[in-house]
């Protein structure tokens, strides 16, 4: 009789487990190859290299140097290649096969409309390329043998004044594979609460958001976009840390709100590597994803922007194994979390859960 034994944790192995993934930047995501290519057939001529691997460096270096202009240049270049229904098909397609190839299983990719109008397309075109990109990369994925499902949100940009149109069209699609809404951008100066009627419409309509929070700006931020805006889900929310205090014995002792959070089963879509560039954390090791974990807040681990922070979700997984000790149970557990917080019906959630990820895990574990 043979006795199944548990598989060692390393990059291949992580791989191979099934992953959910919640926050992830369509923009933030492009192959270089794919850069350098839509760059010559789209006329964009302001790329910093031609050579694909010293373009990945190039993104590498920018989202570490501590510039914050820098970082933000970083996307001028994605998002100037992304301008018409061809390149963002394609876009959008690999990302679909590349986060299949990482062994996700679901995901839910996100973008902003209003920034892809430059050369003539309206924002429903702008949705439909993407989800048609979408769509290709789904057959593509399952034609190597890889299933998986990706549904888009819908981010409006907080500096600017487009929030309750881009609100709509997340409504206008909600059934066309269309997860939900989002807000991004800087938050210093631009609360959520500036976008407040996007919110109650998208509440009124039994709408699901998210909310870029608690990332460069603190817990106010997080309590505007849990207490104004009613969000469903935290994006990053790395500064709830800030209400958890330690008692003279090293024991974390919750403020009110991060006790709400917790409470309320609230999901941190977490993203350990993009945290660390933006100096929303030190180092993986001292990411405070390690005590809330500890204290078994909604944690989920999320790749951010894959091409500037050179990660993947196997990664990701990877850093904190190495940070923290995490084993199979832990990484499950992760996976679980995301999927139980995912914007798709709960029989549908439920499904992915019974049917893929704790199969997956129990074969890892043996």
């Known amino acids: 009789m043979t006795i199944a034994t548990t598989a060692e944790l390393n990059e291949v192995t992580i791989r191979s487990a099934p992953k959910v993934l919640l926050h992830d930047h369509l923009d933030g995501g492009v192959r270089p190859v794919t850069l350098i290519e839509l760059a010559v057939q789209t006329g964009y001529g302001d790329l910093p290299s031609t050579d694909p691997g010293e373009l990945a460096r190039w993104f590498s270096e920018s989202a570490y140097s501590g510039s914050l202009e820098r970082y933000l240049e970083t996307f001028s270049h994605t998002v100037g290649v992304m301008q018409t229904r061809e390149a ?84 206008k699609y909600r059934d066309q594979e269309v997860a939900g809404f989002d807000i991004a951008g800087a938050e210093a100066g631009f609360p959520p609460t500036r976008h407040l009627d996007a919110f109650e419409y998208l509440q009124r309509e039994n709408a699901h958001f998210t909310i870029h929070a608690g990332e460069a700006f603190g817990l106010p931020s997080i309590w505007e976009a849990l207490q104004w805006c009613s969000a469903d889900r935290l994006g990053h929310g790395v500064r709830i840390i800030d209400d958890i205090t330690l008692a003279a014995d090293g024991t974390p002792q919750l403020g009110r709100l991060a006790a709400y959070v917790r409470d309320k089963r609230i999901p941190l879509e977490m993203a350990p590597t993009s945290n660390v560039q933006t100096g929303a954390a030190e180092s993986i090791a001292e990411h405070p994803i390690g005590l809330l974990t500890r204290l078994r807040f909604r944690v ?31 990484l499950r557990w992760f996976t679980i979390n995301a999927m139980k917080s995912a914007f798709l019906p709960f029989d549908e959630r439920l499904t992915i859960i019974e049917e893929v990820i704790k199969p997956g895990y129990a074969a890892l574990l043996g």
């Not at 989920?300 to 084993?327: H, I, K, P, W």
């Open 88 to 171: 963002l098909i394609r876009v959008a397609s690999e990302c679909v096969q590349d986060l299949a190839a990482d062994g996700v299983v679901y995901a839910e990719v996100r973008f902003a409309p209003e920034l892809h109008v430059e050369q003539g397309l309206d924002l429903d075109e702008v949705v439909q390329a993407v989800l048609d990109g979408f769509a290709a990369g789904t057959l593509a994925a399952a034609a190597a043998g890889k299933k998986i499902r990706v549904q888009a949100l819908l981010t409006a940009m907080r500096h600017a004044a487009r929030s309750s149109e881009i609100a709509a069209l997340a409504v």
């Open 300 to 330: 989920t681990v999320n790749t951010d922007n894959r091409l500037m922070s050179g990660c993947s979700m196997t990664s990701e997984m990877t850093a904190l194994v190495q940070a923290f000790g995490y084993d199979w149970t832990d």
